[in-house]
C-alpha cells in the first residue's frame, strides 16, 4: 500500500529551506508511530534537510535524478516506477514523506493520505501540492493536543481513496 504523510499550515505550507517551518513534537511522535517498521520515500533535498541520516527502525529510500547519489544506510530509487514495483513487493506501507514534487508525483498512486493540518500560517518556500479532494474521503478526524511543547492548534486527518464507480 502506498499512502501520503504530511503536515501544512493553514494555506498548504509545508516546508521553508527543506525543513519544517515549525516545531509541532506531537506531529512528529505520529510521524514515528505511523512510519516505523516501513518504508519511508522521500526526494534528496529532504533526506539533506534531516541531516542526511536515515530514521531508525524504517527503510528509507530517497528519489534522485542523479545517477551516482549514494548515502549510507538507504536505498536509492531515480524513477516513480521504482519506486512502486517497490511498493507492490513490500508487505507494509510505503509512506511518501516529501518534499513538494515527491508528492505530486506519487499523489495518483496513493491508497491513504494522513495529513496534520495546524491552524496557523508560517512563512515557508515550499507548498503541498493541489489535491483533487472529491476522490477522497474523510475517514478520522482527531484534534490534537495544546500544551507548552505543542504551542499550536492542529488536528490529524485521514483520508481514503474513493474508490471508482462506471
Known sequence: MLAAIWAQDEQGTIGKENRLPWHLPNDLKFFKQMTEDNTIVMGRKTFEGMGSRPLPNRQTIVMTKDKGYQAEGVNVAH????????????SGITFIAGGSAIYKDFLPYCDVLY????????????????????NWTLINLSEGVQDEENTYAYQFETYQRKVATE
Open 79 to 90: 524513477t516513480v516506477a521504482e519506486v512502486l514495483d517497490y511498493a507492490k513487493t513490500f
Open 115 to 134: 495529513r496534520t493540518v495546524l491552524h496557523h500560517t508560517f512563512d515557508g518556500d515550499t507548498k503541498f501540492p493541489d489535491v483533487s479532494w472529491e
